[in-house]
């Protein structure tokens, strides 16, 4: 395949990295040249949903790194995207009162030590969810956001992002809470100016209300052609369920109507066998696995 010319490999090389990742990743170490011909295409089709905030570390440096190495020429670009709230790797810790007598101190600076860990892990995820999305924005057409109340551990959920938009999104899928995100200015409203489809999935464990949608979706999404709310069914969704095994969930749903690209991005979030058996490293150009 190293004789074909680069406008064919593109071709191939994009029908191929469809699955999340992977297939970008393996195909960047081949050769410098399989790099150059798939670093416009090896992103266009991420998921990122291995419950670890290391992950989206990962792909952010990686991703810069092959974006500055292409300038403004070819580009890369992540046009579907599947991204996960992650799991917490400390347990949120509950107020303490100091004891008055002083017996307990090496307890209580135990407790303040955990605390302001915990609160440095939240900041953390923040901060990179917050570059994420400011990044990838402007190209996403399809986007999938999972961020369930309920699994093993505590959740680190999508926070709340003030952002310029989402110029180019078409397809939206929303499984679990609905995320909060608002323009920076008015002149960034409407938030979804292409947007058409958004299926909004519920989950029963979810708090909060799911009604009143409507009018908030038609503000930021001018030409929203249908809004469809699903509730998954609750006997399927225990605790012990990873984040993984709910795309699967959605697909096998028959009442959503999704597109054939957004099944394919479901698709590259599901536990094996209908994806990866392990995610995407995301191993920048410049490292060797």
């Given at each position: ?287 060797r696995r």
């Amino acid at each position: 395949m190293s004789s074909l010319p680069p406008e064919i490999l593109a071709v191939i090389f994009s029908l191929a990295c469809t699955d999340g990742g992977s297939t970008g990743c393996s195909l960047s170490q081949v050769s410098r040249y399989f790099r150059s011909v798939a670093r416009p295409v090896r992103f266009q089709s991420i998921a990122l949903v291995s419950d670890s905030p290391l992950q989206l570390v990962k792909f952010i440096t990686c991703f810069s790194a092959e974006c500055e190495r292409a300038g403004s020429v070819a580009r890369p670009r992540v046009l579907r995207l599947c991204l996960a709230s992650a799991q917490r790797a400390m347990r949120s810790i509950g107020r303490r009162t100091p004891t008055r007598n002083g017996t307990d101190d090496r307890r209580d600076l135990q407790w303040w030590d955990g605390a302001t860990e915990h609160q440095k892990e939240v900041q953390r995820y923040l901060r990179d969810i917050t570059i994420l999305i400011q990044i990838l924005a402007p190209d996403l057409e399809t986007f999938c956001l999972l961020d369930p109340e309920h699994g093993r551990t505590e959740r680190l959920h999508i926070p709340a992002l003030r952002l310029a938009g989402f110029p180019s999104l078409v397809e939206f899928t929303i499984i679990g809470r609905v995320p909060t995100f608002l323009p920076t200015s008015d002149a960034c409203n409407p938030l979804y100016p292409r947007l058409r489809n958004v299926h909004q999935i519920i989950i029963p464990r979810r708090r909060g209300p799911h009604h009143g949608q409507v009018a908030r979706w038609k503000e930021h999404a001018p030409g929203l052609q249908a809004l469809q709310q699903v509730q998954l069914d609750d006997l399927g969704l225990g605790y012990g369920v990873a984040a993984t095994d709910i795309p699967e969930m959605v697909l096998e749903d028959s009442r959503l109507n999704l597109s054939p690209t957004m099944m394919e991005l479901l698709s590259s979030a599901c536990s094996p066998p209908r994806a990866r058996t392990h995610p995407p490293a995301f191993v920048s150009s410049g490292q060797r696995r």
